[in-house]
């Protein structure tokens, strides 16, 4: 029952339809917690699903805090819809516009191993955190406008990489 979920997920997911991939991440949940098995790499593609979910409604913040708890065991389990690069990209992404300094520390530089794990595998990515929380703001920027072309062919972020630009530029000028 779970795979044909999941091959609902990615389905919905290529059809850009986020409430069926909602539904069906709600539908594996309870699932799981009838069965009361929980694999890790089921329960981190869940949350990265999660993750698209949020990004896709605008929720920023809380996609942020969902890819920032995927954890490692995600893999290669679910590349059709969601690659580790693209969970270190979007979750930091994120969190440079919504997170205040202290949380951009407190759970995405110092966070979890796993995110950490993710961010490595993006190095310019990880670099635009690091100059962020070193105050470099024009070379963080700069990295960001070199890569806004890449970042809007990305097929879950094009809708949105200008507003998170502007939304982390404006917090580097505050």
Same mark, same amino acid.
């Given at each position: ?6 091959? $609902?997920?990615?389905?919905? /997911? ?6 069926? $991939?909602?539904? *069906? ?60 690069e693209d969970v270190a ?5 994120? /969190? ?11 759970? %995405? @530089? ?17 670099? %635009?955190?690091?100059? @962020? ?6 070379? /963080? ?11 809007q062919l990305d097929l *879950?972020?094009?809708? *949105?990489?200008?507003?998170? @630009? ?7 000028? $505050?």
């Amino acid at each position: 029952m779970c795979c044909r979920c999941f091959r $609902v997920i990615q389905t919905a /997911a290529d059809q850009d339809n986020f409430v069926q $991939v909602n539904n *069906h991440i709600n539908k594996v949940e309870n699932i799981l917690v009838q069965s009361q098995v929980l694999e890790p790499s089921v329960s981190a593609r869940l949350t990265a699903a999660a993750g698209l979910v949020l990004l896709r409604s605008k929720s920023y913040k809380q996609a942020a805090n969902k890819f920032l708890q995927v954890s490692t065991e995600l893999g290669d389990s679910f590349t059709a819809v969601c690659v580790a690069e693209d969970v270190a990209t979007y979750g930091a992404l994120c /969190a440079l516009a919504e997170f205040d300094r202290e949380e951009l520390r407190q759970y %995405v @530089i110092e966070g979890g191993v796993s995110f950490r794990n993710f961010l490595e595998l993006v190095p310019k990515i990880r670099g %635009v955190v690091n100059d @962020i929380y070193e105050c470099k703001y024009g070379s /963080a920027l700069a990295v960001l406008e070199n890569m806004k072309g890449e970042l809007q062919l990305d097929l *879950h972020l094009k809708d *949105h990489i200008l507003d998170l @630009i502007k939304m982390i530029r404006s917090r580097c000028i $505050v």
